[in-house]
Structure formats: structure tokens, C-alpha cells
């Protein structure tokens, strides 16, 4: 049996000291949104914004309405946004021969997961196997998942850091007081801080180097260069590839773009309150 072929990963990382590599480009825009902390495909109907055009399209069917993943089976009608939503209706409700069932008189209930068939018993025994040993506590649970999860708020979340006694009752109180401790880091040649090192070292490559990162277009004989990428592949699209998907709806405009952020800025031109509303999300 011959080597299995790998795909090939043409789609990298633009970002300095990154090696990151991809087969798909929303793979490659997705990572973009781990150095850039944007997400630059925003949905016109609500103010979410995503990462990836497949993961505004797929937000996108909630508004529509459309669902274009229906169940196979013989009588059944049921519809949903998501493949994933679809395995789990079928698990629920398809597949009852992997069912755990209730053996109590009068009772038909039917779980997928054996440990919620022993947590459901409990309901009929009226006793609960799992108590807190915490002095004072009471609580009673039917697993000792649920048990463990509820020991941590008696013992809090404490800060790692040395002298201080900060303690969270939630993990949520935890990770707001860790941001306290983080040490900004300081640009040598202006007042300006930052997060952590490969912001800082950016931001001295774009502002204070002199040198300026482009993008030269790959198509042969074109020595065009950008200084982003987004404008790199609106480039490619139009010039090369004659695309032009998306049309401006407003009458007597009739400007076509071949990505669809290109649109939503050039909408802004018809609706200045857009652009509050881009600079919100921004922010």
C-alpha cells in the first residue's frame, strides 16, 4: 500500500517567528485571530463577530432561518443549523438500542450515558451516595463529579502569586484577579506598554524600525505588493481571478466586491452609523 499522500499547506503565517503552516485559509484566519485578537467577519444582522467566513456563514443560518442538515430517518422531520446538532438528535432520539432504561415499576425513562441511569436511580431511592464533608454543609449529590465541583467553592480558587491572599470563590474571580498581576512591558522608545512580548516586538517592528512588512502578490509577472494581507487576497481575487460575488443593494451604486468585508466597509459610504457600530465591535 503505497505512502499516504499529505496535504499540502500552502496557506502561512505572516506574522514574525511564526511557523504555523495550513492546508485551508479559514484555518490560516482563524490562527490570525490568535496574534491579532481580531475578528474582522462580522455578522450585518446582530453585533457578533467571528473569526472565519465559514463561522459567519454558519452564524448567518440563524438568521435565515435555513437548516440545511436534516435527519435521514424514515418519518422524522426534524431539521438544524449544525452537523453537530444533527448527531446529537440522532443519539437522543434514533438510536434507542443504545439506551440505558430505567427498570423502576411505572418509570420509562431511557438515558444514553450509564452514569445518568445510577444518578436517576437516586430519584426513586431517595438517597443521595455523595456528601459533603465540609463541617456545616449539608449538600447531597448523585455522582461524585457533581460533588467534586461543588467541594471547590468551599475551597476557593487562592492566587499562586507569592504575598498575596487573594482567594475567588469561582474560577471566573480567579482569572479576573490573575490579569492584576500581569506585568506590562514597555517600549524602550515610547511610553506606550504591552501585554506580552510578541505585541511589543510588532509593534517596534511597524512603528519604530523603519521597515515596513508586504505581501507581494504570488501570480507570475505581478510585482504588486500590500501591506496587508486582506488587501493581498482582494487583489488576487479581482485582478486574477475576476470575482466579484458581492453587489452594493443600494439602487443606482451598483459596486461589486469580491469579499464580502470589502462590502461591508463600502457600506458604510450609504451609513455613516455603521461605522459606530464597527468601531464598537472593535473595541
Keep these: ?7 499540502r499547506k500552502d496557506f502561512v503565517c505572516s506574522f514574525i517567528d511564526c511557523k504555523a503552516m495550513f492546508s485551508k485559509s479559514w484555518k490560516l484566519e482563524a490562527h490570525l485571530c490568535k496574534h ?3 475578528k474582522p467577519f ?3 444582522k ?3 463577530c467571528f473569526c472565519t467566513r465559514y463561522q459567519l456563514t454558519r452564524h448567518e443560518l440563524i438568521h435565515s432561518g435555513e437548516k ?4 435521514a430517518v424514515e418519518g422524522c422531520t426534524e431539521a438544524f443549523i449544525t452537523n453537530a446538532s444533527l448527531k446529537n438528535h440522532m443519539s437522543r432520539f434514533h438510536n434507542q438500542e443504545k439506551r440505558y432504561k430505567c427498570t423502576y415499576q411505572g ?3 431511557c438515558f444514553n450515558k450509564r452514569y445518568q441511569l445510577c444518578a436517576h436511580t437516586f430519584v426513586h431511592n431517595k438517597a443521595l451516595p455523595f456528601h459533603c464533608k465540609t463541617i456545616g454543609c449539608t449538600k447531597e449529590f448523585s455522582s461524585h463529579g457533581k460533588l467534586k465541583h461543588h467541594e471547590k467553592m468551599h475551597k476557593g ?3 499562586e502569586e507569592e504575598a498575596c491572599i487573594f482567594k475567588g470563590n469561582t474560577w471566573t474571580e480567579y482569572l479576573k484577579h490573575r490579569k ?3 506585568v506590562k512591558l514597555p517600549c524602550a522608545d515610547c511610553q506606550k506598554h504591552f501585554s506580552n512580548a510578541w505585541i511589543l516586538k510588532l509593534h517596534i517592528l511597524k512603528v519604530h524600525s523603519g521597515e515596513k512588512r508586504l505581501f507581494t502578490c504570488p501570480k507570475e509577472g505581478c510585482d504588486k505588493k500590500f501591506s496587508h494581507r486582506f488587501h493581498l487576497e482582494s487583489h488576487v481575487l479581482v485582478v486574477h481571478e475576476g470575482q466579484k460575488a458581492f453587489t452594493c443593494a443600494v439602487s443606482e451604486c451598483g459596486k461589486s466586491f469580491a469579499m464580502k468585508e470589502s462590502l461591508r466597509r463600502h457600506g458604510i459610504i450609504h451609513d455613516p452609523s455603521k461605522k459606530l457600530k464597527a468601531c464598537i465591535n472593535i473595541n
Aim: with cysteine; hydrophobic share 15%; charged share 30%.
Design 36 to 38: 491579532t485578537g481580531l
Design 1 to 7: 500500500m503505497g505512502e499516504r499522500l499529505q496535504s
Design 107 to 109: 418509570c420509562e425513562k
Design 180 to 182: 492584576a498581576h500581569k
Design 42 to 44: 462580522s455578522c450585518d
Design 68 to 71: 440545511p442538515h436534516k435527519c
Design 157 to 159: 480558587y487562592p492566587c
Design 46 to 48: 446582530c453585533d457578533k
